[in-house]
């Protein structure tokens, strides 16, 4: 399996701008998890799914976040309109069974928000 | 806050050492796990251990876990460079969720 896959890997913008990221989870697996990590507030979980259904979206900073999950096999996490304080690395992960089991994470998508 | 806090923040020890980083938490678990983040990746998961399990090994990883102190502690032995990554304790919070804790960067100087 090519494990979690996740587009792009970097991306710059300027403020205002929207961003979309890709995630591709691991085939078979049925809880996919979206994190955010900066130097300042470490790794923090923004949103997560069960069978492509949203179960807590609590993470979300504001209302310019929003993922969606249209089948098992994608997802996308998108920030309209972008700002500066955006800019992190935002990880795609993906298990099978409990939503507590073992989480395998894609590479990250650097975003910077000029 | 933080449901797993790792100690120390950074770490630097030489080749050949060996490497203890500790992981303390504030609620009842029923399992605590390690990933490891090179440089600009994603976290890979290293070991799991349960609640009811008080020591685990995996190669040159020992892992121990103390509930009654609600602390777990990572040994890597006979640690090379190809170590130098963050380390990170993740809890389950009693099954509700996992919480990664803030890591510890471990520097193998060759």
């Known amino acids: 399996d090519a494990g979690v896959i996740q587009s792009p890997r970097h991306e710059v913008t300027e403020m205002g701008q929207e961003v979309t990221l890709r995630c591709k989870p691991i085939s078979g697996h049925d809880y996919l998890f979206w994190y955010r990590q900066t130097m300042m507030r470490g790794l923090e979980l923004l949103i997560y799914?069960?069978?492509?259904?949203?179960?807590?979206d609590s993470g979300m900073p504001e209302d310019r976040f929003s993922a969606k999950m249209p089948n098992a096999s994608f997802s996308t996490l998108k920030i309209q309109p972008s700002e500066p304080r955006d800019s992190a690395v935002y990880f795609c992960?993906?298990?099978?069974?409990?939503?507590?089991?073992?989480?395998?994470f894609g590479p990250g998508t650097r975003l910077t928000v000029l | 806050s933080q449901q797993g806090e790792e100690d120390p923040q950074a770490l630097s020890i030489q080749e050949g050492e060996n490497a203890t980083m500790n992981c303390s938490y504030k609620?009842?678990?029923?399992?605590l796990q390690w990933y490891r983040q090179n440089s600009g990746r994603g976290l890979v998961h290293l070991i799991l251990i349960r609640s009811n399990e008080r020591e685990k090994h995996s190669g040159r990883l020992r892992v121990t876990l103390d509930t009654s102190k609600k602390s777990s502690s990572l040994l890597i032995t006979a640690s090379r460079a190809a170590d130098t990554a963050s380390y990170f304790c993740?809890?389950?919070?009693?099954?509700?969720?996992?919480?990664f804790g803030g890591g510890t960067r471990l520097m193998v100087k060759p």
């Open positions: 799914f069960n069978n492509n259904v949203p179960i807590d």
């Open positions: 609620t009842s678990i029923n399992n």
């Open positions: 993740a809890t389950d919070n009693a099954g509700n969720m996992l919480t």
């Open positions: 992960a993906s298990s099978s069974g409990q939503r507590t089991d073992t989480q395998y």
